[in-house]
């Protein structure tokens, strides 16, 4: 979504605090966002916090005390490519549907005709309301994307449907606006990104050279279509992804722990990490100090975590293979015994592809007997092709 221009619309909403996530989610993935409140939203969230989300004034008047007032306000601000309004309420839903222009939010909903999004908060009787529920029908038959609220407990302690849809729904819908494909939208993705560390004493260890930019490529490819995405991540200098639940690990152990919890229910698991192969025996609980003599470490296999999820999940799962010599019969290899749906080979001795590379070339071999080659291209691009590879074979 980098360089839309949204506009966010507040309504009056004990809700209202959670737009102030979707601000600045659509912030980190590079929209231009502009907030309009409603009088009513201004007694449950401050106009600064949205101004200081967005770096942009905040829009409460329809008649503001300046040169440019009303709409051009918004001209000025932007070219909207969309509006979402979070969270709506039954007053402005009805308004909306029946050309009622008589505030700010209103007369704006009234003149704009950019795709937009409603993503309900009330009570559930005021969202069972014959009028609402009509109103609801004429949003959608003109074309608007009126979200379904989520059932729960609601403010007033009743039990019903009412609550502001999940954040990522909201995500989703904003991507639909832009028709953005979500063959992903309702499923779980767990990917493993970056290298492990292996104690030998406090201060040092074992690991390798993996920069998580591959997992991660593909944790953030996978959420723009739609997925809820878990990424399990060993030390990279990486900034988190927004929209993605992150759990940082260390070691091979740790990362196999965290795989082994949240593997079960997962519709597809990307095994990216570089997990280490051996780790110390007897690692020093205190530095080890320097002196003229030979030191041997004995190290251990690790815990292979593929093996140990064999069986524990119905989920669709591709690994990956770093290789720097007979690449192609390991991968076959590694296919078979793991029992993975899917292999993705790559080397770690070739220029621009594997560790610390923004670059990558792989082949896919799957179960099935077929393989792909996907040329040397950036990450980003031969991650999207990964996904789609592996979700149509």
Known sequence: MKN???????????????????????????????????????EFVGKATFAALTNNE?????????PKAGLEHIEMAMELDAIVVVPATANT????????????????????EQPTLFAPAMNFRMWQNPATMEAVEKLRKKGCMVLDPEEGQLASLHEGEGRLPKIIDIMNGI????????????????????????AIDPVRF??????????????????????SVILISGPVSLPPIPEIEMIYVETAKEMAVSVQANCN?????????????????????????????????????????????????????IAFALETHDGESEAQRKLVEKGVDFIVLNYAN???????????????????????????????????????YTLNN
Not at 21 to 39: F, H, I, P, W
Not at 178 to 197: D, I, N, Q, S, W
Not at 367 to 381: P, T, V, Y
């Open 4 to 42: 839309k221009n949204i506009l966010i619309i507040v309504t009056g909403s004990i809700a209202a605090y959670k737009a102030c996530e979707v601000v600045r989610l659509l912030r980190k993935e590079g929209a231009n966002v502009q907030v309009m409140m409603s009088k009513s939203a201004l």
């Open 58 to 66: 905040v829009i409460t008047e329809i008649f503001p005390d300046t």
């Open 93 to 112: 839903i009805c308004k909306t549907a029946n050309g009622v222009a008589d505030d700010v939010v209103s007369t704006t909903l009234s003149v704009c």
């Open 175 to 198: 991507r639909n606006l832009f028709e953005m494909p979500l063959p992903l939208a309702g499923k779980k993705v767990l990917v493993t990104a970056g290298p492990t560390r292996e």
């Open 206 to 227: 074992i690991s390798n050279r993996s920069s998580g930019k591959m997992g991660y490529a593909l944790a953030e490819k996978v959420r723009d279509m739609g997925a």
């Open 265 to 317: 229910d997962a519709d597809h698991l990307f095994m990216v990490a570089a997990v280490a192969d051996y780790s110390p025996v007897n690692p020093a609980d205190q530095k080890i100090k320097r002196n003229s003599e030979n030191k041997s470490i004995e190290l251990k296999p690790a815990l292979d975590i593929l093996k140990s999820i064999k069986g524990k999940t119905k989920g669709k799962v």
């Open 350 to 388: 070739e220029e621009g592809a594997g560790f610390e590379s923004s670059t990558n070339r792989v082949t896919i071999f799957s179960k099935s007997g077929n393989q792909i080659e996907l040329k040397k291209d950036r990450k980003d691009r031969i991650a999207q092709k990964i996904i789609e």
